[in-house]
């Protein structure tokens, strides 16, 4: 699966940047859908039936998570780099 990341732009002071956050994909085969996590976010969670609906929606709830964090004066978590790997055990 392509390396994808939630795109954001922050406003600081008058200055609007453009932030990437990257973002897990996991398919849920029982359920036929796909979740996006943004490790940079803990809690922060979007779903849907294809990879490009689950995209929209973790971006969505980045921006939601972001704006709450602007809200209550929390300081705007910055993105991370992130490297996915997998790990063979014998079980």
Known sequence: MPKRHASHRATIGMEV???????????DHEAG?????CPA???????????EE????????????LEVMREHGDPISEPTD???ATVEITA
């Open 41 to 51: 976010l803990p809690g922060c969670i979007g779903e849907g039936e294809t990879v």
């Open 17 to 27: 940047r453009e932030m990437r956050y990257p973002v897990i994909l996991t398919p």
């Open 33 to 37: 859908r796909f979740v996006a996590e």
């Open 54 to 65: 689950a995209l929209a929606n973790i971006r969505e709830a980045i921006e939601a998570c």
């Open 82 to 84: 992130s490297l996915l």
